[in-house]
């Protein structure tokens, strides 16, 4: 149980670090995220849902193009996870 948990920890972290990034490099996302969840945090509660939805197209967005710009880093880098992931394996 002990371990399931720091496992969901590691992962919601991780999804939280891609975010930050995203808000950092795309004026984009970081404009949506000012508007959605900064400005208005609790007219913003009602249409959350949708919000939601709008957020996370533009994330979408700024990931395929920031992947599209950067394939040659973003193909070292996976392959680079997977490496030392294998190493730390054995």
Known sequence: MRRAFR??????GTVMILLLVL???????REQFSQRV????S??????GRRVGDVTTVIAEAIREQS???APLLIFALVA???VLFMLRT
């Open 38 to 41: 900064v400005a208005r945090p």
């Open 23 to 29: 808000i950092a490099a795309d004026d984009r996302v």
């Open 68 to 70: 599209l710009g950067h």
């Open 7 to 12: 496992e969901v920890l590691m992962s919601a």
């Open 43 to 48: 007219a913003e509660l009602a249409g959350a």
């Open 81 to 83: 996870t997977v490496l």
